[in-house]
């Protein structure tokens, strides 16, 4: 009877405070939670350099008409009121991310609705052959098998189509893998190496703490790690209100414990993201 009532008390009382408190909770619950989870370690070497992160100038690429053809191919399509996806200029910022950085592998950890999952394939597309040859691969890893004709978040939440189906309609299925499995496990077993990773999935303090350097492990030399939900200084973004303090307090932690990171927080794009706002919560993860 106790844990009911705990349990009940839990979902009651954040109802009855101010948005401020319940966040205050929150960060107390998630420091809590942090300060109990296993010291991690890793080496940064590979990861780009915060001076060579020039985030600003990859968002001013002239890349506009490829962008129009690209919002073009995503219009008949309908991820549903409450899908969750990143959102339109957090679609196009990431687009441009990797269009500038010509990566030829991505890892994305939280498929979802494969929203991002698309978005970041058209620019591997768009980059076309290098030097290498090597053809272009995404590797979209989720807890959830998002395909799930009747479980998949996709059917729950009323798009249109399943995430394969997605990738199916714009043209990017040779490109992208799904797999189904728990983040960690795939970050600390995956003999795979990617020039970009982007970390979308599990956005507790914990999660973030403990996917950071086992993905930053999987990195080729000068590659980048992509956050979102990365709210500096645990300040609101939007005027909702809202924060979600896991991937900051997840790198408060790892700067904390001496590892050479720094983070690169979108800020302000170029064009409008939500809440009649053009600020991301987009963050680049480099080298300090």
Same mark, same amino acid.
């Given at each position: 009877m106790s844990t009911l009532i705990a349990n009940l008390a839990n979902r009651i009382i954040p109802r009855l405070l101010p948005k401020s408190a319940v966040l205050s909770r929150q960060i107390r619950n998630d420091r809590r939670e942090l300060a109990a989870t296993a010291r991690q370690s890793g080496d940064p070497q590979a990861l780009l350099s915060a001076q060579d992160a020039h985030v600003d100038e990859w968002l001013h690429a002239d890349l506009a008409a490829d962008w129009a053809k690209v919002a073009q191919l995503l219009d008949p399509i309908r991820f549903g009121s409450r899908s969750g996806a990143v959102n339109p200029g957090d679609q196009r910022a990431l687009y441009y991310i990797a269009r500038a &950085? %010509?990566?030829?592998?991505?890892?994305?950890? /939280?498929?979802?609705?494969?929203?991002?999952?698309?978005?970041?394939?058209?620019? &591997? %597309?768009?980059?076309?052959?290098?030097?290498? /040859?090597?053809?272009?691969r995404l590797v979209t890893v989720d807890i959830m098998d998002v395909n799930d004709p009747i479980r998949g978040a996709w059917k729950r939440i009323g798009c249109d189509q399943s995430p394969s189906q997605f990738v199916h309609a714009i043209h990017v299925e040779d490109i992208v893998t799904f797999v189904t499995r728990p983040a960690t496990d795939y970050l600390r077993n995956s003999r795979e190496k990617f020039d970009l990773i982007f970390l979308d999935g599990d956005h507790s303090a914990t999660g973030v703490y403990q996917e950071i350097p086992a993905a930053i492990a999987l990195l080729n030399p000068g590659g980048l790690i992509l956050l979102h939900d990365y709210f500096p200084g645990l300040q609101p973004l939007w005027a909702d209100g809202a924060v979600v303090p896991g991937p900051q307090l997840a790198v408060e932690r790892l700067c904390s414990e001496k590892l050479p990171v720094t983070v690169k927080p979108l800020g302000a794009l170029p064009w409008p993201t939500k809440q009649g706002s053009n600020v991301s919560s987009l963050a680049v993860l480099c080298r300090a």
């Open positions: &950085l %010509r990566p030829r592998s991505i890892l994305e950890v /939280g498929t979802h609705v494969a929203a991002s999952t698309g978005i970041l394939a058209l620019g &591997l %597309r768009h980059n076309g052959a290098q030097p290498s /040859g090597a053809p272009p």
